[in-house]
C-alpha cells in the first residue's frame, strides 16, 4: 500500500480544523439563538471586529499586497495585514501567491479554485488539495518576499489569530469569543470563498474577460466590495471594484478616507475612457459573432 507522506496528513488535519472547529462554533452559537441565550453587545461586538478584520483581507491582503493598486504608509501597512491574519485565511505571503495563480490560470488548467472543477471545489474542497490549492510565492509574488514589513507579519501569522481571539474574549468573555471570535470567523471564511464560488457561477458580466467571473452584489456587500468580481478581473490592479456609483465598495471609500488623510498614495483608478473602451470591445464582439 502506498503510504501517504507526514506532511501531507499534518496539512489536512490543520485545514480540517481551521474549517470545522468555527462550523461547529457557530453551530453552538444557533443554538443559543436558537433558546435565546444571547445579547446584543456579543451581535455589536462581532460587527465591531468583522469590519477591520474584514478590511484586513479586501484592502489589505488583496488590493494592496497581492496587486499593489496603492501604496501605504509603514504603519497603515503594518496594521492591515495583522488585521488580515485575524479572519484565518492564511498569511499575506500565501494568500497574495494563491490570488495571483488564480488571475494568471482564471478557470483554466492549474486554477487553485476554479469552479470547472465544480461548486463546492471552488468554495472550499480545494483548500485540501496539497499542491493543487497552493502556489510557489517565487513564482507569483516575489514582491513580497522582498517586503520586511510583509515577511514579519506571515511568520508571526498565528500570533495574530491569536489576539484576534483574545481581544473579544477580554472584552466579553467566552460569549465574546464565540460570536467575535470563532463565529465571525467562520461567516468570513466562506464569505471570501463564495467570491471563488459564486462569482465565478452566478451574477452578471458587464467586461468580457477570458474567465467566467461575475459581479453578485451580495457578495459585493457582504465581502466589503470583494464581490463586484468580473469588474476586477477586467482591472486587476483598480483600487476600486465597485466601477459604478450604485455598486457599492466599502473598501473604495476606505482607500478614499486613507488617501485624504495622507495615509496611502499612488492609488490606481480606472478612468471612465477605460471602462467605456472595455465595454464597447464586449458590445463589438457580441455583434460580430
Same mark, same amino acid.
Given at each position: ?129 496539497? %499542491? ?43 460569549? %465574546? ?64 471594484? %465597485? ?47
Amino acid at each position: 500500500m502506498k503510504s501517504i507522506p507526514f506532511k501531507s496528513i499534518f496539512y489536512k488535519t490543520a485545514v480540517l480544523l481551521v474549517v470545522v472547529v468555527p462550523f461547529i462554533a457557530t453551530l453552538f452559537a444557533i443554538r443559543a439563538l436558537w433558546m435565546r441565550a444571547i445579547y446584543w453587545p456579543d451581535l455589536a461586538l462581532m460587527a465591531v471586529v468583522y469590519f477591520p478584520t474584514g478590511f484586513g483581507v479586501t484592502v489589505g491582503f488583496h488590493r494592496m499586497a497581492s496587486h499593489r493598486s496603492f501604496l501605504p504608509n509603514p504603519v497603515v501597512k503594518f496594521v492591515l495585514l495583522a488585521l488580515g491574519c485575524m479572519p484565518l485565511q492564511g498569511n499575506p505571503i500565501e494568500w497574495a501567491a494563491t490570488h495571483l495563480k488564480h488571475h494568471a490560470v482564471s478557470d483554466r488548467e492549474g486554477d487553485p479554485h476554479s469552479p470547472l472543477e465544480g461548486f463546492w471545489h471552488a468554495h472550499f474542497g480545494w483548500l485540501f488539495g496539497v %499542491g493543487v490549492g497552493t502556489a510557489d510565492p517565487k513564482v507569483y509574488c516575489r514582491h513580497l518576499l522582498k517586503d520586511p514589513i510583509v515577511v514579519i507579519v506571515s511568520r508571526t501569522f498565528w500570533f495574530w489569530v491569536v489576539l484576534g481571539l483574545l481581544i473579544p474574549f477580554a472584552i466579553d468573555g467566552w460569549r %465574546g469569543l464565540l460570536w467575535a471570535g470563532l463565529v465571525r470567523i467562520f461567516l468570513q471564511q466562506h464569505i471570501t470563498w463564495s467570491v471563488n464560488s459564486v462569482c465565478h457561477c452566478f451574477g452578471k458580466r458587464p467586461f468580457d474577460t477570458n474567465d467566467e467571473s461575475r459581479n453578485e452584489w451580495l457578495v459585493g456587500l457582504l465581502t466589503l466590495g470583494d464581490g463586484w468580481h468580473n469588474n476586477h478581473h477586467a482591472f486587476p490592479r483598480s483600487a476600486y471594484h %465597485g466601477l459604478r456609483w450604485w455598486q457599492i465598495d466599502l473598501s473604495n471609500y476606505l482607500i478614499w478616507t486613507l488617501e485624504h488623510l495622507g495615509l496611502v498614495r499612488d492609488v490606481h483608478r480606472v478612468t471612465p475612457e477605460m471602462i467605456e473602451r472595455r465595454s464597447s470591445a464586449k458590445v463589438h464582439a457580441i455583434i460580430q459573432k
